[in-house]
């Protein structure tokens, strides 16, 4: 069974599988390769003496031809050979191609996970971080209904004058516009950090 029938689709492999598989019969390849184009220019170079033999009657018409026939053969037979090891190298360079296509691809999907799921844990400490400010949020404005609720109790019982509790009165109004204020923004943070966690 050849590479090719072996895998009829490049995709149910693993690129670095595939890559190592070829690279192997890549290497072998190349080397039948030069070898075949040594042998042919070694044939080319002998036909060439055939020539000059022929040439310098060193041999005759006959001898040449049945030597030259043979070496021709011989010629042609590596030239057909040489063909189909060209043909196979271009069948594993697309395979090759595709392998570190794919490989690429893999890799950038891989840092794609890698960054979302540092963005998730990024926001769950943020978000983490955020609660605990929140629930400080609401023990202060607690703490701030509380302050009010002992003015109003000293302005009932006259221990403190009406300026007193006014100005006490608009400070703890004040603050407590600022925790709004605040507690929006965190809500606003606490959903989008939601949104990143779960998605």
């Known amino acids: 069974?050849?590479?090719?029938?072996?895998?009829s689709d490049a995709y149910d492999m693993d690129p670095k599988d595939v890559l190592t598989q070829y690279s192997v019969e890549w290497v072998a390849l190349r080397k039948s390769y030069?070898?075949?184009r040594k042998k042919?220019?070694?044939?080319?170079?002998?036909?060439?003496?055939?020539?000059?033999?022929?040439?310098?009657?060193?041999?005759?018409e006959e001898q040449h031809l049945e030597k030259y026939r043979e070496?021709?053969?011989?010629?042609?037979?590596?030239?057909?050979?040489?063909?189909?090891?060209?043909s196979r190298l271009y069948e594993i360079q697309k395979q090759i191609r595709e392998a570190n296509r794919q490989l690429r691809l893999q890799e950038e999907e891989q840092r794609q996970r890698e960054r979302i799921e540092q963005e998730k844990a990024n926001a769950m400490i943020e978000w983490m971080s955020l609660r605990q400010g929140f629930e400080l949020i609401a023990n202060r404005r607690r703490e701030i209904n509380r302050e009010m609720d002992e003015i109003e109790a000293k302005r009932r019982a006259g221990t403190i004058s009406?300026?007193?509790?006014?100005?006490?009165?608009?400070?703890?109004?004040?603050?407590l516009a600022e925790l709004r204020t605040v507690e929006?923004?965190?809500?606003?943070?606490?959903?989008e950090l939601l949104e990143i966690i779960r998605s």
């Open 34 to 36: 030069e070898e075949l």
């Open 71 to 86: 070496k021709w053969q011989q010629s042609t037979e590596l030239v057909q050979v040489k063909r189909e090891v060209e």
């Open 1 to 7: 069974m050849s590479h090719r029938e072996g895998l």
């Open 40 to 60: 042919l220019r070694e044939v080319q170079e002998e036909l060439n003496e055939l020539d000059r033999q022929l040439a310098d009657g060193e041999i005759t």
């Open 162 to 175: 009406d300026e007193e509790y006014r100005e006490a009165r608009v400070r703890q109004i004040r603050q």
């Open 184 to 191: 929006s923004d965190v809500k606003r943070r606490l959903g």
